[in-house]
């Protein structure tokens, strides 16, 4: 009875998470496409230009211009997740509890305890 409580608990955990990798594989591309037409609009206005990071960043001369552009590309969408991330962290109920804090409802149930097994 116990590994079955056991393997019912892990597909509990576990249910939702094929709509949760289609939601963030959604998210990745909009911030990959929001990336690329930022990172375009900055080239094109002049606010970077390749010279810049073959000049302060000694970034060597032979390296093609994609190369650079798909770095940026990546820096970009690293920077809006991880301010994503941040933000998750404090503005959010689950991100601002911290772990050990008491509380009347456990997320991982005592698999012994029996008083409320009514089946």
């Keep these: 009875m116990r590994l079955d409580d056991q393997r019912d608990r892990k597909l509990e955990k576990?249910?939702?998470?094929?709509?949760?990798t289609i939601i963030a594989t959604i998210w990745f591309g909009l911030c990959i496409l929001f990336a690329y037409f930022l990172a375009t609009m900055l080239f094109d206005n002049g606010t970077l230009n390749i010279r810049w990071f073959h000049s302060v960043l000694f970034v060597p001369w032979d390296w093609d211009d994609w190369i650079i552009f798909t770095s940026v590309v990546a820096f970009i969408v690293f920077?809006?997740?991880f301010i994503l991330l941040i933000g998750y962290g404090l503005f959010s109920f689950i991100g601002r509890r911290r772990p050990g804090t008491p509380s009347l409802y456990s997320e991982d149930p005592d698999l012994d305890d029996?008083?409320?097994d009514y089946r």
């Design 14 to 20: 576990r249910r939702g998470l094929a709509v949760r």
């Design 79 to 81: 920077v809006m997740n």
């Design 114 to 116: 029996h008083r409320y």
